[in-house]
T-cell receptor, first 113, second 113 residues
Framework: QKEVEQNSGPLSVPEGAIASLNCTYS??????FFWYRQYSGKSPELIMF????GDKEDGRFTAQLNKASQYVSLLIRDSQPSDSATYLC?????????????FGPGTSLSVIP | SAVISQKPSRDICQRGTSLTIQCQVD?????MFWYRQQPGQSLTLIAT?????????ESGFVIDKFPISRPNLTFSTLTVSNMSPEDSSIYLC??????????FGPGTRLTVT
């Protein structure tokens, strides 16, 4: 089992719809969870982080965390064509002697005008 | 957030040669990370570079192939040695924020012919 898994997509949604991106992780000891957005040819940029079970909202973005199910998701409301990008889920791993972030394979999102 | 610059932004190199990538941060940071992102793939951690100590390499990466220097708290270099076409990739440096979020440099796009 891979440490962080995501649906590779591509995920296509119409403009104005809700895009739902999902991520599962294997390390039950993980404490910190991140969503990054990466436009083609650019480096990843942080969108949100979440540490506690439940929902965290920031503008059109909502991160949801369920540690019991080892599941974290990102909802994008009122999707815009500018949201078209690859979304990377990242999880802190404390298995080694230092903090390390494990990235998932990413989900490609396409918002259709 | 940290502002990170990388040099060069891109390069085309011949097989068997070496390239040194520089990473400069606008503030002092303890840990710096080097990632590789191959075409269409997610981020793979190469090594963690702490100032004043040897870099810690991930499984599959060795110091002879990817020597790293970390002479101070704002600068690091990654050398890709004895390059082959399989080393063609984007190389990214990153630093850790206070809440374990990562900030990435713009990346170095390397093509080996």
């Amino acid at each position: 089992q891979k440490e962080v898994e995501q649906n590779s997509g591509p995920l296509s949604v119409p403009e104005g719809a809700i895009a739902s991106l999902n991520c599962t992780y294997s390390d039950r000891g993980s404490q910190s969870f991140f969503w990054y957005r990466q436009y083609s040819g650019k480096s990843p940029e942080l969108i949100m982080f979440i540490y506690s079970n439940g929902d965290k909202e920031d503008g059109r973005f909502t991160a949801q965390l369920n540690k019991a199910s080892q599941y974290v998701s990102l909802l994008i409301r009122d999707s815009q064509p500018s949201d078209s990008a690859t979304y990377l889920c990242a999880v802190n791993s404390f298995k080694t002697s230092y903090d390390k972030v494990i990235f998932g394979p990413g989900t490609s999102l396409s918002v259709i005008p | 957030s940290a502002v990170i610059s990388q040099k060069p932004s891109r390069d085309i190199c011949q097989r068997g040669t070496s390239l040194t990538i520089q990473c400069q941060v606008d503030s002092q940071v303890t840990m710096m990370f080097w990632y590789r992102q191959q075409p269409g793939q997610s981020l793979t951690l190469i090594a963690t570079a702490n100032q004043g100590s040897e870099a810690t390499y991930e499984s599959g990466f060795v110091i002879d192939k990817f020597p790293i220097s970390r002479p101070n708290l704002t600068f690091s270099t990654l050398t890709v040695s004895n390059m082959s076409p399989e080393d063609s990739s984007i190389y990214l440096c990153s630093v850790l924020g206070r809440t374990y979020e990562q900030y990435f440099g713009p990346g170095t796009r390397l093509t080996v012919t």
